[in-house]
């Protein structure tokens, strides 16, 4: 009967350490899932390359390159080779005159862009992209009070080139004869400059060309 009970008292010690270990472990498996965090990743925003240097193009030309001023006119005005000529314009101070189509003009085929003139006038400016150009300023001495030469003389730049003492009556060979006067400027401001002062009577001028250069 001892035997019996012994061996009663010894198989309920692994039920119970059975049990306990369960108890224990639903315990712990609590105490886990209780505790645990749960930490979700944040993506790393991708990172974009910034977008690669590109080079400014170049100034483009001026529209309607080469250029023409018909000074002193209302309106443009076609010539004998098919060139347009803008009316009147980048000029300060001054004033201007139309001699009328019965004038006769040497020198030229293009008589009428020496009957109109700016007469008077202190500057000229026009806005060209930076480069090398060539300009040439159209003259002729049309006044009929100017009987000779010395009687109108003046001074210009045109773009840091200075022209002193100018006579329009020597320089063409007498009144109502085209003169060109071709000057090479290389721009670097972005615009064409030019400068008139009076010397002996007022400075005077009939057209503008400014064609580019190489």
């Known amino acids: 009967m001892q035997n019996v009970k012994r061996l009663v008292q010894w198989s309920r010690v692994p039920f119970i350490s059975a ?19 749960i930490t979700v990743a944040t993506p790393t925003p991708a990172v974009t390359a910034p977008a690669p240097a590109v080079a400014a193009p170049a100034a483009p030309m001026a529209a309607g390159l080469p250029i023409r001023i018909k000074a002193g006119a209302t309106a443009p005005y076609t010539d004998s080779n098919g060139n347009i000529w803008l009316a009147d ?12 189509s019965d004038m006769q003009i040497a020198n030229t085929q293009d008589q009428a862009i020496y009957r109109t003139e700016r007469y008077g006038m202190s500057s000229f400016s ?4 930076n ?32 022209f002193k003492d100018f006579d329009v009556w020597a320089k063409a060979g007498g009144a109502r004869r085209a003169y060109i006067e071709t000057v090479n400027v290389d721009i670097t401001d972005g615009k064409l400059d030019l400068t008139f002062t009076t010397n002996i009577q007022s400075p005077e001028i009939n057209g503008i060309e400014i064609i580019p250069g190489s």
């Open 19 to 37: 049990v306990v270990a369960f108890l224990l472990v639903g315990c712990q498996s609590d105490n886990d899932q209780s505790g645990v965090k």
């Open 131 to 162: 480069g090398k150009y060539i300009v040439k300023l159209h003259f002729a001495e049309t006044y009929e009070d100017i009987t000779g030469p010395g009687q109108r003389v003046f001074s210009f730049n045109v773009a840091g080139h200075e």
């Open 89 to 100: 314009q980048g000029f300060v101070d001054g004033d201007v005159i139309d001699r009328g």
């Open 126 to 129: 026009y806005k060209l992209p």
